[in-house]
């Protein structure tokens, strides 16, 4: 078994910050990709930001410069440091992996339940 586990979300006023954190544990031989992508009342779920196992990060034009993401690979987690928080910025954020259960398995995806950040005065 594996599981992700968000923390971190809540409500904030325009301007705010908020640190999100995700936490995988269980049956896990290596992670590549990390990252974060949120969903929003009655929209997709799109993309935030992804990190590398070797720190290569990359983001939605919508946050750069805002959010900025980090991983511990000895710890298994990933963040997402977000400032300058918008009304839009409301959503249900989920953290990604894609991890290998073994060795010279594959990688498959793996998500966590998601947190609610609500942006908003």
């Known amino acids: 078994q594996v599981q992700l586990v968000e923390s971190g979300g809540g409500l904030v006023q325009p301007g705010g910050s908020l640190r999100l954190s995700c936490a995988a544990s269980?049956?896990?031989?290596?992670?590549?990709?990390m990252g974060w992508y949120r969903q929003a009342p009655g929209k997709q779920r799109e993309l935030v930001a992804t990190?590398?196992?070797?720190?290569?990060?990359n983001y939605a034009d919508s946050v750069k410069g805002r959010f900025t993401i980090s991983r511990d690979n000895a710890k298994n987690t990933v963040h997402l440091q977000m400032n300058a928080l918008k009304p839009e910025d409301t959503a249900v954020y989920y953290c990604?992996?894609?991890?290998?259960?073994?060795?010279?398995?594959?990688?498959?995806?793996?998500w966590g339940q998601g947190t609610q950040v609500t942006v908003s005065s």
């Open positions: 990604n992996a894609d991890i290998r259960r073994r060795l010279g398995g594959p990688f498959s995806p793996y």
């Open positions: 269980g049956s896990i031989f290596g992670i590549n990709a």
């Open positions: 990190i590398t196992r070797g720190g290569s990060t």
